[in-house]
């Protein structure tokens, strides 16, 4: 989710700064729901169960370039099928890898949105310096819908979803820093972590609203958008809520967000919560347990510049 959240911007800056020019975009059917919103795509595109029928569909549109922000094998074979001028995102895997398994970092710490537009830097397409986009429908319920005892009221939006348990803060932590907020604490995520989300509400009862498993994503998005403050963990939700310039604090276990790119992007006032070890980042994308077995990447945030951040303006 978070590749495709951070290729908005290019195609707003294709779209606003070359207006006649049709963009076209492919993707995964699961992640159609990220991109049918969105004013500046003319036509979206599904890959289909076989390649060939997808080139073929591609072909029948007779584009005038290619810009591959995915670099991978699929992409590639569609780029050389399509047989049309190109433009490629880098993705430095070897440096990657160099930063992983030797410590060795040569990566510098650009935003996944600036290395996604040197790929179109060729058609004269610049950073217009503003953050991601994400499109609601019109027919999304609204706040007073989603929580009708609460709309009306400040509340913090704790994202406590992530696909994998290192970038997950323990609940005995997310219980000690929600006790120490002082205004209401929404959870959001997914069925993944209902059981994490039942743990906390039920030692937080007069604090916490679950509604974690509970509500759709675009319906996490609203409760997102209208929040006061939001906390999230390295997920998509998170990534999504900085296309509302919200005081955004992000919490980091196992990943960083400096590898792939992906700190909070022009939000105005973000803080980023994260432990400096030898064994940290021990992955990209996150893993099931820790490999060392102490999980400090989490357990040794300091809860303390958390609520310092989030208290003060």
């Not at 205004?183 to 993944?192: A, W």
Request: charged share 25%.
């Amino acid at each position: 989710m978070g590749d495709i959240i951070y290729t908005s911007p290019i195609i707003r800056c294709l779209k606003q700064q070359l207006p006649n020019a049709e963009i076209h975009y492919l993707t995964k059917s699961n992640f159609k729901f990220l991109l049918d919103y969105n004013p500046y795509i003319t036509q979206l595109h599904l890959l289909k169960p076989k390649l060939r029928d997808t080139i073929k569909e591609l072909k029948a549109e007779r584009f005038d370039y290619v810009i591959d922000l995915h670099n991978s094998l699929r992409s590639t074979l569609v780029k050389i099928q399509l047989g049309i001028k190109s433009s490629t995102y880098k993705k430095e895997r070897f440096k990657k890898w160099l930063a992983l398994k030797a410590r060795i970092n040569l990566i510098k710490p650009d935003h996944l949105v600036d290395r996604y537009l040197k790929a179109v830097e060729f058609l004269g397409v610049i950073n217009d310096g503003k953050p991601i986009n994400y499109f609601l429908p019109e027919n999304t319920p609204s706040l007073p819908e989603i929580i009708p005892d609460y709309y009306a009221k400040p509340y913090i939006a704790f994202i406590i979803g992530a696909t994998h348990f290192t970038k997950r803060m323990p609940n005995e932590k997310v219980i000690s820093l929600c006790k120490r907020i002082e205004l209401p604490v929404i959870l959001l995520g997914g069925e993944d972590v209902k059981t994490n989300a039942a743990v906390i509400s039920e030692a937080l009862p007069n604090k916490i609203i679950n509604l974690v498993g509970q509500i759709s994503l675009n319906e996490s998005v609203t409760v997102v958008k209208n929040a006061a403050q939001v906390i999230g963990f390295d997920t998509g939700l998170t990534h999504i809520s900085e296309a509302f310039n919200k005081k955004l604090t992000t919490i980091w276990g196992s990943t960083i967000p400096e590898l792939l790119g992906v700190q909070p992007y022009q939000v105005m006032k973000h803080y980023e919560a994260g432990v400096t070890l030898s064994c940290r980042p021990c992955s990209k994308f996150g893993l099931s347990a820790c490999p060392k077995g102490h999980f400090k990447c989490m357990k040794d945030i300091n809860e303390d510049l958390i609520i310092d951040f989030i208290a003060h303006e």
